[in-house]
């Protein structure tokens, strides 16, 4: 196979799964690791990925770019569904709980309707939706008002006032991105003051964030690493970044996906 060949059968796989590990091309591909790093290099230099530890990602967008709810519920759809899985297990019945915005607690609130004696607090119209189609005499759905993001989140003062007169045993908390040096990250600022106050009035935070998410920047810190009480996230992550997770957070859940 030419190299130009290889680069194009590269950035489709990037494209199709959103990053690939060097180790996994050099054997589906049969050549050096070395040629493949320089694969890598030619792939970045066009724009077209982004190089990280281990590995290739498709190029990411600008800090402030915010793919709405549709576009982003199609992606990692088994990993998400792998991590409420995990998440759902953490809820007692009879707690209070908050659910951020985001296409992964959309996924959580569907089977978080099965648990008796619930009350969800949300800026989330989805979670809110998800709640609402399976209605439970026994739970209790809050949603606040505010302003509309592309996300499908409420933002602003109404949701912020909402927020900090409550208080929740547990925040599941879904991030657009997450690195050492910027911590858990979203594109929208009015999002991050949201989530911020949610931070505030919740006893535990538990974060979901798929593998994609790593080295991901939003420009709005949510919060810093060291904040998340427990981190869910899929065995997509690097060796690297469980470890520099692990160091960070209380506790790191890595689940696999079937």
């Known amino acids: 196979m030419l190299a130009q060949q290889r680069q194009s059968a590269i950035l489709e796989l990037i494209r199709q799964r959103g990053g690939v590990r060097v180790s996994h091309l050099v054997s589906r591909f049969g050549v050096s690791d ?19 530890h281990g590995g290739a990602t498709l190029a990411g967008p600008g800090s402030t770019e915010e793919p709405g709810f549709a576009a982003k519920s199609v992606r990692q759809r088994a990993e998400k569904q792998a991590i409420v899985a995990r998440a759902a297990g953490l809820v007692e019945p009879g707690m209070a709980v908050a659910l951020s915005a985001g296409t992964t607690t959309a996924a959580l609130a569907a089977r978080l309707a099965e648990v008796r004696g619930l009350t969800v607090v949300t800026n989330s ?7 609402y189609q399976n209605p439970r005499p026994d739970q209790t759905v809050v949603l606040t008002g505010g302003i509309r993001t ?7 003062p109404v949701a912020e006032a909402a927020i900090a007169a409550l208080n929740v045993d547990l925040l599941f908390l879904g991030v657009h991105g997450m690195s050492r040096r910027t911590g858990f990250t979203t594109p929208n600022l009015l999002e991050a003051a949201v989530n911020r106050r949610l931070i505030g009035a919740a006893r535990r935070l538990v974060v979901l964030a798929d593998h994609t998410k790593w080295e991901t920047i939003g420009i709005a810190t949510i919060a810093p690493l060291g904040e998340a009480d427990v981190l869910v996230t899929d065995a997509g992550l690097a060796a690297e970044a469980r470890r520099e997770l692990g160091e960070q957070v209380g506790e790191l859940v890595v689940v696999d996906v079937g």
Do not use: F, H
């Open 34 to 52: 070395m040629t493949i790093r320089r694969d890598l290099e030619v792939l970045a230099d066009r724009g077209l990925i982004d190089k990280v």
């Open 125 to 131: 119209i989805p979670v809110a939706d998800a709640l």
């Open 150 to 156: 592309p996300s499908d989140a409420l933002t602003g």
